[in-house]
């Protein structure tokens, strides 16, 4: 039975229809299977594709063959949505290229809230951990979604603090929804799938291959009302994000950082540049005339579960970085202990490794 999932797959498959011409497409038809049916020249008429690519259409034929090829593509315990769709994220619709469809988990329903995308280096100074964590804690808790990709770095301690904040976040994959990648951050993704959304434009066994993440970065963008880049260096992926993001007509802020900091060189152009200074939080709901929840306060961690060596551990832990073996001195433990026990806090959320065996709290 032909619907509007197999449909849009088929001629998403089409030779010649790319993201663009796909969306100009269902624009003018309203739905992919209204455009299987169609004549030549009725949409010939519409005068986006030539008369060789309509005929594919009209003469369209490999159902059974396209049915199986979508079957195996939709990952298990994942959810499949076209962009004719009415719960398709309307501001991702509404870009130049939306993608033909998309794989999700959980609640893609809260990507037509205010959100904020927020994007930057994979290796942040301390500052920029903290001033991602900072940012993202405090927007969540005001009922701002976050989206982000998932990578180390400050998209990684953006999830986090959400999460912990109580609040919503999605990760925008570049690779199937069956490849949890970084693999680091698997159980970080299953946190946002419990109330927040998984999604990708790529179907299952597509691996994360660094050709997929410029791709990626237009729906990162296009999804949320804003960006927020917090430290890019020269040239990033974070800055391709923030032209992505001009680019669909959204706006674009940025933190400023020290001066004779590499990390800080992307920042510091784009406010050159014209991008929104961000100081606090306060900046970004001026900028989109939000309203901040003035009951909102900072959100300690319940610690009452943990057990005693995890909070004898947690507990002296901050923002500011502390080395493993300090740690393990400090509590009286052993490595191992200490080790296992850091990576059952880890595996929380509750806090962050750093390169060179340290470690601060999420």
Not at 67 to 75: R, Y
Not at 100 to 105: D, G, N, Q, S
Not at 133 to 160: C, R, W
Not at 224 to 234: F, M, P, Q, T
Request: hydrophobic share 40%.
């Amino acid at each position: 039975m032909i619907d509007e999932k197999l449909a849009s797959w088929a001629l998403s498959h089409i030779d010649g229809i790319g993201a663009v011409i796909f969306a100009r497409l269902i624009n003018k038809f309203g739905t992919a299977m209204a455009i299987f049916e169609q004549s030549t020249e009725d949409i010939l008429e519409s005068e986006i594709i030539s008369r060789s690519c309509a005929e594919k259409i009209v003469s369209f034929k490999k159902w059974d063959e396209t049915a199986n090829s979508l079957g195996q593509a939709i990952p298990s315990g994942v959810d499949f949505i076209t962009l004719s769709d009415d719960a398709y994220p309307s501001k991702l619709k509404n870009i130049n290229d939306p993608p033909p469809y998309l794989f999700y988990v959980g609640n893609i329903e809260i990507l037509n809230r205010p959100s904020i995308a927020i994007v930057g280096s994979r290796k942040p100074s301390d500052y920029g951990f903290r001033m991602a964590s900072k940012m993202a804690g405090e927007m969540a808790s005001s009922g701002i979604v976050i989206i982000s990709g998932l990578a180390y770095g400050i998209d990684g301690a953006s999830h986090q603090a959400t999460l912990e904040a109580g609040g919503l976040t999605a990760a925008v994959f570049g690779c199937g929804l069956d490849i949890f990648y970084p693999p680091g951050h698997s159980a970080l993704a299953r946190r946002i799938a419990e109330t927040g959304c998984l999604l990708s434009e790529f179907e299952k066994g597509t691996k994360p291959e660094r050709f997929n993440f410029p791709v990626r970065n237009r729906i990162v963008s296009g999804l949320a009302d804003g960006v927020l880049v917090i430290e890019a260096a020269e040239k990033s992926g974070a800055l391709v994000t923030a032209s992505l993001a001009l680019e669909q007509g959204r706006e674009v802020l940025a933190i400023p950082g020290s001066v004779d900091s590499k990390l800080s060189f992307g920042t510091n152009n784009l406010i050159k540049q014209g991008a929104t200074t961000v100081t606090s939080v306060q900046d970004i709901f001026d900028c989109f005339k939000w309203h901040k929840a003035t009951s909102a306060i900072e959100k300690t961690p319940d610690i009452s579960r943990l057990s005693k060596n995890e909070q004898t551990i947690f507990t002296s832990i901050t923002v500011q970085p502390i080395h493993l073996d300090e740690i393990g001195r400090n509590a009286g433990l052993g490595h191992g202990i200490t080790a296992e026990v850091l990576l059952n806090l880890e595996m929380k959320g509750l806090i962050i490794r750093k390169p060179g065996n340290y470690v601060v709290k999420a």
